[in-house]
């Protein structure tokens, strides 16, 4: 059973940013679209970013649309979330995911059950 590791999270103040690490292992990072979500105490998990197995396309969703950057090195097997000008409504646990997809490279996901590899997430704190 694959299994993802987040890094990264910690306490910041509003305004500020963090970078969100996750590291797969080789034959699951190269094979996969990759996912971040993230969690609120007492709501669902919630799409944040997602990219394709090639990096050539990618999708936020509106809440951190022009404050969030998802990338991936495949050289390093990780997949980062840059995260700008945070806000108290970002606080979460954040997990990434990965999706096996070995023959589109071009595939993104923005639903959870479409992800077979989870993390055990990092949680994110942002104060005001």
């Known amino acids: 059973q694959e299994q993802l590791g987040e890094s990264g999270g910690g306490l910041v103040q509003a305004g500020g940013s963090l970078r969100l690490s996750c590291a797969a292992s080789a034959r699951t990072f190269r094979t996969s679209a990759m996912g971040w979500f993230r969690q609120a105490p007492g709501k669902g998990r919630e799409f944040v970013a997602a990219i394709s197995l090639n990096g050539g396309n990618i999708r936020y969703a509106d809440s951190v649309k022009g404050r969030f950057t998802i990338s991936r090195d495949n050289a390093k097997n990780t997949v980062y979330l840059q995260m700008n000008a945070l806000k108290p409504e970002d606080t979460a646990v954040y997990y990434c995911?990965?999706?096996?997809?070995?023959?589109?490279?071009?595939?993104?996901?923005?639903?959870?059950?479409?992800?077979?590899?989870w993390g055990q997430g990092t949680q994110v704190t942002v104060s005001s």
């Open positions: 995911a990965a999706n096996f997809s070995p023959h589109n490279l071009m595939v993104v996901l923005t639903t959870a059950n479409s992800y077979e590899y």
